[in-house]
């Protein structure tokens, strides 16, 4: 509504897109569909970007999890029994707003999806198939254009 007023306007003139904005509640599930008919239960998760509240989002059975720092303990009960994990792992370095590689592996652990993929990588990680090699067998560095079939 603040960066394109014009779409939420009471008289919209031609051309202007009709947008139907639905309040997301962390911890509160919706459920988005395909034209097809699937649908797929989310939930917003609660992270901390540095000091700043930001989403991830479990997705079925996949979660989606990126600048993150820290999350808040409640919210790992919600991470329990994923089959894919994606989430952030900046450098091997701290860093004030994201997840360093250490700390992106022991989250990693904790969550214990069937399968992590490490994403928002720098190269300060190094190069792909070196660093990938330090890694457990079931966590990877994702790379471009990488798809991943649930």
């Known amino acids: 509504r603040q960066r394109i007023p014009y779409c939420f306007a009471e008289h919209l003139y031609p051309g202007v897109p009709r947008i139907t904005l ?9 459920v988005i569909g395909s034209p097809e008919g699937k649908k797929v239960e989310v939930t917003p998760l609660r992270v901390m970007h540095g000091r700043l509240p930001i989403l991830g989002y479990r997705i079925g059975r996949m979660a989606w999890i990126t600048d993150m720092l820290t999350m808040p303990e409640s919210e790992y009960d919600l ?6 994990l994606v989430m ?7 860093h004030n707003t994201h997840q360093n590689l250490l700390t992106a592996l022991e989250n990693a652990r904790r ?6 993929y490490f994403i928002h990588m720098s190269h300060h ?4 198939a070196d660093a990938e090699r330090l890694l457990p067998p079931h966590m990877h560095f994702a790379y471009d254009g ?3 079939c649930l």
């Open 88 to 94: 952030n792992a900046l450098r091997p370095q701290p």
């Open 125 to 128: 990680v190094g190069l792909h």
């Open 79 to 84: 991470l329990q029994g994923l089959d894919v």
């Open 22 to 30: 639905e309040e997301i509640v962390p911890g509160s599930p919706f």
């Open 146 to 148: 990488m798809k991943i």
């Open 111 to 116: 969550i214990g999806a069937g399968e992590t």
